[in-house]
Every structure is written in structure tokens, then in C-alpha cells.
């Protein structure tokens, strides 16, 4: 029997906002994620929230109203929204690019699908971007104020907002910074970073993260489209296929296990979806690409999904997605990812990537 996407993504939605979403100390019209489940005292009060994580939230609920055209949706994106404008205190800015940048997608995306409008706050954020490129240190924004670090979870995503907001040949400059510099020849994946020192010699982090090579799809996918440019298509045909061959096992995408990592597989998730449905082209290698994008996310929302279990009715997702999901508690000796936000969060992500692909189908 064919699988109900729509039907598992509603559920994943409802898990996470049952367990996780809270009201921001008790402050009418706002919510936020509690960042782990069952929460403890720190976690709970929101002493612990993390910024970033609260943007894939908003993201995710975006997700639900794209889906749905439920008006409530709309209206927790609202609310979570506000919690994290009052959460965070000093405004919408923090000193970490990669952080500012997950939450100006979630903004310039629900502006564009109507579900709210901070264009005010959008613009804040995207003058940080334009402000921090640093060609005299060799190109690129750095991962947060006054770093010597450089990395593609900052760039990438960052262009990606200019070229939604219409910066589009800043863009493309950080999207060939990246290829240039942080690519590497034997795999075609993106490496994590560069530390550029103001004197000395750069040092690559010679790391893959699945996120960072999703992020960076996307941005070539946008690049390709906007531009109508060979080289951005050549691209996304090497990330996707390096991804396949260096990322997944089996065709399922690969965890990187709680906290932060927790995230990881799910932001490649989503933008492989974004490739498969939004990729344009007719040649042999366009529609491969978007096949094998697609496949990748729905082998890996099957596995997740088997491998789920199931809490008073609602699934609670593996951190690794070809495993058996772990029941967290609270006060164990040893921490289950699945007790992080990060982690759930991805299972909602991959529910709803699968859901895009099979519903929209791949041109």
C-alpha cells in the first residue's frame, strides 16, 4: 500500500509540538521548542533554547501550513516567531552567521508564502550577511564575529537568503568561494571550513557534514535556476550524486547523533527535496539528479518511519534513521538523542520532504 506522507507528516507535527512547544514564560502569543523531552528544570524554564534550532522549528512549521493551509499553523509560526524575538533579547541578530541565516530562510520563506511578513526583521539580518563578506581575507563570511573561521554552514545558507532577497551575484560569488576553496576533487564533497588567520597559512577542516553539503545544493539548485547557468547545473549533478555515494548507507541518509547533530540529516532532507521538485532541465543528467534526490528522501522517511516508536500514540523518531528509535528518559545515565529537539525535528523535516516529493511530484 502506497504510504501517506500527508498522514505521517501530520503525525510528526503533532508529536513534536505535544512534547516540545511551550508557551515563552507564559507569555500570551508566544512559543517556543523545549529542547529536550522529557525536559529537566533549565531546559524546561528555556534557560537552554538555542537559537538555531528554534528557526528549524519555524521552518518546520511552515512545512505544516504549506501542507495543510491550516490557519493555526500560520498562527504558531506567528508565535514562534515572537518567542524568539523576546527569547533571544538583544534583537534578531546573535554573533554567529550560521545561526542569523537558518532564521532569515524561515523568514523570507514565510513572507513569500504568505504566512506572516517581517520584512523589517529580514532586512536586519540580510544586511549582516552583506556586511561580513571579507574578500581581503581570501572571500567568504566567517561562522561568527570576529572569527578567523570560515565555513560553508555560514556562507551557505547566508547566500542562499541573498539570492532569494534578490542579491543574486553576491551569491553566486559565495557559492564559487565555496567551490574554489572548501571542494574536494576526490569526492566533490563540500568541506566544513578554512581557518584564514589574518598572517599565517589557511588550515582546511577536513570534515563532511551532511548539512553543509545540503545547504550548499541548494544554493547551486537556486543559482542554476535564476541564472540559467551551466556550471551551477554541473554543480548539483557532482553534490548529488557525491552525496549518494558518500553519505548514505543503502540509500539512507546517515545521523550524526544528537545536539546539533541532530539536525544534520534532516537539512539535507529538506533540500533534497527542494533539488527534486525544483531543479529545472530536460537533459538525461537533470532528470537523474532529481530522481536520485528523491529516492534519497523517501528510502530514508521509509527506514525512519519503520523504525519509529510509538509514544501514547504519536511517533517518536530514531537519530539514526536505519536503527530502532531509543525511548529517552529524563534522568539516565547515559543521554539518548532522541530526547534532543534536534533530533525530532529532523524526523518532522523528512516527513515532510517525503510528502513534497511524492505529492508534487519529480519533473
Known amino acids: 500500500m502506497e504510504a501517506d506522507w500527508a498522514a505521517r507528516a501530520d503525525a510528526a507535527e503533532a508529536a513534536v509540538c505535544e512534547r516540545h512547544v511551550r508557551m515563552l514564560w507564559a507569555l500570551p502569543h508566544t512559543e517556543l521548542g523545549v529542547v529536550a523531552w522529557p525536559a529537566g528544570g533549565r531546559e524546561g524554564s528555556f534557560l537552554v533554547w538555542n537559537y538555531w534550532w528554534q528557526a528549524h522549528l519555524l521552518d518546520c512549521v511552515l512545512d505544516a501550513f504549506e501542507r495543510s493551509g491550516r490557519a493555526d499553523c500560520a498562527v504558531r509560526a506567528k508565535h514562534v516567531v515572537a518567542g524568539h524575538r523576546l527569547r533571544n533579547l538583544t534583537g534578531w541578530t546573535n554573533r554567529y552567521y550560521d545561526d542569523m541565516a537558518w532564521l532569515a530562510l524561515a523568514l523570507e520563506r514565510a513572507r513569500r508564502i504568505r504566512a506572516f511578513d517581517k520584512h523589517a526583521a529580514l532586512r536586519v539580518l540580510e544586511a549582516q550577511f552583506v556586511d561580513a563578506w571579507q574578500p581581503e581575507r581570501g572571500g567568504g563570511i566567517p561562522w561568527r564575529r570576529g572569527s578567523d573561521f570560515f ?179 529524563q534522568w539516565e545515565a547515559g543521554r539518548k538523542p532522541e530526547r534532543d529537539l534536534s533530533v525530532q525535528l529532523s524526523g518532522w523535516m523528512l516527513m515532510e520532504a517525503a510528502h513534497r516529493v511524492t505529492t508534487r511530484g519529480v519533473p
Open 151 to 329: 565555513n560553508v554552514p555560514a556562507n551557505a545558507p547566508a547566500a542562499l537568503v541573498l539570492a532569494r532577497t534578490g542579491r543574486v551575484r553576491r551569491a553566486e560569488d559565495m557559492a564559487d568561494w565555496m567551490d574554489r576553496e572548501l571542494r574536494d576533487d576526490a569526492t566533490y564533497l563540500l568541506w566544513d571550513g578554512v581557518h584564514l588567520p589574518e598572517a599565517g597559512t589557511p588550515v582546511v577542516e577536513q570534515v563532511f557534514y551532511t548539512y553543509c553539503q545540503g545547504v550548499a545544493l541548494a544554493l547551486e539548485v537556486e543559482l542554476a535556476n535564476r541564472l540559467d547557468s551551466r556550471e551551477h547545473r554541473l554543480r548539483v549533478y557532482r553534490m548529488v550524486e557525491a552525496i549518494d555515494r558518500h553519505l548514505t548507507v543503502r540509500g539512507v541518509i546517515q545521523g550524526r547523533g544528537g545536539g546539533d547533530g541532530g539536525l544534520f540529516a534532516g537539512i539535507l532532507a529538506r533540500y533534497l527535496a527542494f533539488a527534486a521538485t525544483k531543479l529545472r532541465g530536460d537533459e538525461p543528467a537533470d532528470r537523474y539528479a532529481r530522481g536520485t534526490a528523491a529516492a534519497l528522501v523517501t528510502t530514508s522517511a521509509e527506514h525512519a518511519w519503520n523504525n519509529r516508536l510509538e509514544v501514547e500514540g504519536l511517533p517518536l523518531f530514531g537519530h539514526e534513521w536505519s536503527e530502532q528509535a531509543q525511548l529517552p528518559m
